[in-house]
């Protein structure tokens, strides 16, 4: 399903993209979220309590075959991926509530995805089971350049940005290259699977959509973090998961595990266009509200 090549490109440029994500943040970025700690705590959740469950209830309700619906956990598990961070840049929801949100979850994966994933998969069988050792060992070196690129950023700030843009842009770059030669190199495969592939597939990323704003905004969080809340749940770490499956299987099981994480990041791009779109309206038109608003508060009222 992956040449030898694109599984190159793939461990390189989940390293690349993590020393950008590095070096987006300081150490001060932290502390300031910790004084505003309720979108980070409401996004925690999203992530490791509802995409979890979701993918789990997915799994069940469309009878997915163990190897599937293990393939379809794990992606229920893994992080917010940097690409939630483009898509809310572009939507004009907020990019650095988005980045912390994905280096917070990225840091506790090391953790917390072993563990929800050991407690979801533990009644399948242990063939089709992803070893924790695998995933700490994945998490831990994408870890290293994550805080190599905060240290860049903290050394010298130019650096730090220039590092930033080019993992931003490589990863985008990677990204397209994979679609485009793995699409017209496994189109047969796409005619013939089933269904209920394409709705897992496409189902996980719009329920965390839905989760991840509406749960937002019961805990009483305005709009617009809510979109970045919405946005950073559904987009989980597709290559994440795809590098976690190609380093823990071999043969007939790896492919068969890979449908599901290829899929899923094939179609949360096209996805979370369309939303983005959307929540752009939205972002736009709150905007116009709040500058009329100030324009009428400015204005001084007529005497009488």
């Not at 959740?45 to 993918?55: E, G, K, T, V």
């Not at 998969?121 to 690129?149: C, E, K, M, R, W």
Request: glycine share 8%; hydrophobic share 55%; proline share 5%.
């Amino acid at each position: 399903m992956l040449s030898p090549l694109e599984e190159t490109l793939l461990a390189i440029m989940m390293a690349v993209i993590m020393l950008g994500m590095g070096s987006s943040l300081t150490f001060k970025d932290f502390r300031i979220a910790l004084r505003h700690p309720q979108a980070i705590g409401i996004g925690f959740a999203s992530q490791y309590l509802f995409m979890p469950l979701l993918a789990f209830l997915i799994g069940r309700a469309l009878q997915l075959p163990p190897i599937q619906a293990v393939s379809l956990i794990l992606m229920g598990c893994v992080p917010g991926g940097t690409t939630s961070n483009i898509f809310a840049y572009f939507s004009k929801s907020l990019l650095g509530l988005s980045i912390l949100m994905t280096v917070c979850s990225t840091l506790l994966a090391v953790v917390m995805v072993p563990m929800v994933l050991a407690f979801y998969t533990s009644g399948i069988d242990a063939a089709f089971q992803i070893p924790s050792g695998n995933i700490v060992a994945v998490l831990g070196v994408l870890l290293v350049p994550t805080l190599l690129g905060m240290w860049l950023r903290r050394r010298n700030a130019n650096v730090g940005a220039c590092t930033e843009l080019m993992g931003g842009i490589l990863g985008v770059v990677v990204i397209v290259f994979l679609i485009a030669t793995w699409v017209p190199r496994n189109w047969q495969l796409l005619m013939t699977t089933g269904a209920e592939v394409y709705l897992a597939s496409v189902g996980l990323g719009l329920c965390g959509f839905l989760i991840g704003y509406w749960f937002s905004r019961a805990a009483r969080l305005n709009p617009l973090k809510a979109r970045t809340v919405s946005l950073e749940t559904g987009i989980q770490n597709g290559p994440l998961a795809v590098l976690i499956v190609t380093l823990s299987f071999t043969g007939e099981i790896q492919q068969q595990m890979l449908l599901i994480p290829v899929m899923y990041s094939l179609f949360i791009v096209i996805t979370s266009t369309f939303l983005t779109f959307y929540y752009r309206r939205h972002s736009q038109r709150e905007e116009l509200a709040r500058d009329q608003a100030k324009v009428e508060a400015s204005t001084p009222t007529p005497a009488a």
